[in-house]
T-cell receptor, first 109, second 112 residues
Framework: TQLLEQSPQFLSIQEGENLTVYCNSSSVFSSLQWYRQEPGEGPVLLVTVVTGGEVKKLKRLTFQFGDARKDSSLHITAAQPGDTGLYLCAGVRDYKLSFGAGTTVTVRA | DADVTQTPRNRITKTGKRIMLECSQTKGHDRMYWYRQDPGLGLRLIYYSFDVKDINKGEISDGYSVSRQAQAKFSLSLESAIPNQTALYFC???????????FGPGTRLTVL
């Protein structure tokens, strides 16, 4: 059983459209991280959110941590083909990470 | 140069063989981790180590063992490989800041 549920599992959109990926859990985390992984490579950290209700922006990417620190979302504005990849959320508890299954995002040119 | 390196990058082996995957890092981190990645399941923690004398089981440690030879080196062994251990294996390191993970490039292991 996955501690963190990500949705949707797959997302295919046209360049210029917006998208949102969700990461939900019934557990509370001390912090939550988002990673992006490209084929043949390891995941790369995008952001860490720590405080309930926190919003962080990274260029066209906006990350939000739920008020209760149980869920998070990733919003991409005006997606580009370079945003294509597997997006993983990971919750931190007791110095260990629990990962969601990931959302595969494909942005068509 | 890569901060976290893994060898080999690809390995095909047969059921029952002993396999060792190696990980080295130049980030100076004390914490090191081994994960496996399967389609639709994300990354699952196999073992982790917070310093040279510290070894801890993760959620799926059965059938695996590890050795922390030095601060920079953490190896994963499959004592007797079986087909359902076919997966992508990642080594990662972290500092003490929110346990942010830095991953190696992965090893694709196939057990026939």
């Amino acid at each position: 059983t996955q501690l963190l549920e990500q949705s949707p599992q797959f997302l295919s959109i046209q360049e210029g459209e917006n998208l949102t990926v969700y990461c939900n859990s019934s557990s509370v985390f001390s912090s939550l991280q988002w990673y992006r992984q490209e084929p043949g490579e390891g995941p790369v950290l995008l952001v860490t959110v720590v405080t309930g209700g926190e919003v962080k922006k990274l260029k066209r990417l906006t990350f939000q941590f739920g008020d209760a620190r149980k869920d998070s979302s990733l919003h991409i504005t005006a997606a580009q083909p370079g945003d294509t990849g597997l997006y993983l959320c990971a919750g931190v508890r007791d110095y260990k990470l629990s990962f969601g299954a990931g959302t595969t995002v494909t942005v068509r040119a | 140069d890569a901060d976290v390196t893994q060898t080999p990058r690809n390995r095909i082996t047969k059921t029952g063989k002993r396999i060792m995957l190696e990980c080295s890092q130049t980030k100076g981190h004390d914490r090191m981790y081994w994960y496996r990645q399967d389609p639709g399941l994300g990354l699952r923690l196999i073992y982790y180590s917070f310093d040279v004398k510290d070894i801890n089981k993760g959620e799926i440690s059965d059938g695996y063992s590890v050795s922390r030879q030095a601060q920079a080196k953490f190896s994963l062994s499959l004592e007797s490989a079986i087909p359902n251990q076919t997966a992508l294996y990642f080594c990662a390191t972290s500092g003490q800041s929110y346990n942010e993970q830095f991953f190696g490039p992965g090893t694709r292991l196939t057990v026939l």
